[in-house]
């Protein structure tokens, strides 16, 4: 892929929204954001610790992903469109 | 299970909510929020100390811990429900 | 007592409201917030420092403690009510 | 006395308010916070620096201190009123 | 090129702005800020770590970058424009 | 003097207030605060680094200082007006 | 000059406003501020990092800087007109 993101960022690809929705029964005063899925394409060195060390990343290429619905910026790389987001917005690796 | 929360986030299945309610006599201008009761189901290898070190997860897998009801977000994997969280919104371990 | 509180959080059982009003005459645009006193039945393993060490907690089992009427969330164990707060809550131990 | 502040809090006797109010003449636009005197009746250990060291208190009871108004909360000892609040909020000592 | 910009700041002369739109059938909710694409004419030392060590920048002169549409103050070199920025918001080097 | 400022606050005696605005056609809307002249009466140990060492005073008594208006506490000492503030609300020492 | 600034403050002599503007068609929804040209009269020590160590400034005596129009404080010394800011308000030097 001919993009390299920063720090602790990612490229991800988006995939199609799974169904995350919890019943109504069980949390009727829900407000919780439903996350979304997607696929890691590139990823940046890591953020810094306190004093300059490199931290490494957890995701790697290839990693499906679970994110914030409200994450990340748009980019077209290529014709094609991903997401550019911080490691910290990540939730969880499916694996 | 198929999912591995990031850094020093859990995945927790929540639990029939336990009756938390104080008596209007002792606390009658409480407004405090009642927490959930959950099993922690995966944990993330921990969050980072400033000199880059893991601090281990003082939670385990199969944990009944007591969290805020307006923690974390829900996510849907192989059709069951679960909230991601991180560690630090978790109260206290039930035993 | 079968609840363990995460990091630095204590489990207090609330005791009767003490009497600590400020006369008028001596401090008439008061709007200080009164404070609460509770017994501690449960402490965690206490916050961590940057470096990841532990900070031991201060108070322990069985202290009579002040608090704020605000802090704290409230949960019922074995039928009992109690607050979960964290010892930076707590403002003095009386002996 | 019977009660010990935790971390770097002190309890303060509240001693009769000094006047300290600037002339119109050369501050007319003064809002500036008009500070209170009190007496220190019991220190806590101090607070903790990053790497978890205890940072010793600067007041020792006995101390006579300025104070912002605001400061603090009211709590009653054994029939008496005193002020609890972090050293940070202590602006000075009268020697 | 006759300017240094601080710490870890870049200047940025700024390029076409790519079409980054990701169509409404997949994101119709989004609202998610469009970054820019601009190339690296100077780089300053880096900022500092907490003991003061410089960390050294990711990007070099020459490099293609994005970066959000709102960051960075604009300038004016002989003649010519351009964006000074940290490089925090630098999302990625397009290779 | 009989008073000692806690931590990195100085004692400030408030001088006669310079003249320190700039014309109107160099910098018509300018909406800059103004800062006031004064002499330091006493300083603290100073502030403390993230590993619990003093950070020693830039400022001694004697020093005239440049100060922001609205910085500080307003306190009357033997029936003299003083401020008390941080040395970081201090901007500069005129020699 | 008989000024000398605090921490990493710098004295700033502000030079005639250099022309930034960015033309319309390329930046149509620009909203972006535009910095203002100075010449550095006199430096701070620097700030302190994290262990209290002085980080060295990167700017010198002479330096002609760019810096954000809103940044600093106005001051008048021996007649003249100048501007105390932070270092970090300056986005880069004009060689």
Redesign the interface.
Same mark, same amino acid.
């Given at each position: 892929m001919?993009?390299?993101?920063?720090?602790n960022?990612v490229?991800i690809e988006?995939l199609e929204q799974? #169904?995350?929705?919890? /019943?109504g029964i069980?949390?009727p005063?829900?407000?919780?954001?439903?996350?979304q899925e997607g696929k890691i394409v590139?990823v940046g !060195?890591g953020s810094?610790?306190?004093? /300059?060390?490199i $931290?490494p990343m #957890?995701?790697n290429v290839g990693d499906i992903v679970?994110f914030?619905?409200?994450a /990340?910026?748009? !980019?077209? &790389?290529d014709g094609n #469109?991903y997401? &550019?987001m911080k #490691?910290?917005d !990540?939730?969880? $690796? &499916?694996?």
């Open positions: 001919n993009i390299k993101p920063l720090a960022r490229v988006v799974k #169904e995350t929705k919890v /019943g069980i949390m005063d829900s407000a919780k954001e439903k996350p590139a !060195i810094r610790a306190d004093n /300059g060390d $931290i #957890e995701v679970l914030s619905k409200y /990340g910026n748009e !980019i077209k &790389v #469109e997401l &550019v #490691e910290t !990540i939730l969880a $690796i &499916v694996k």
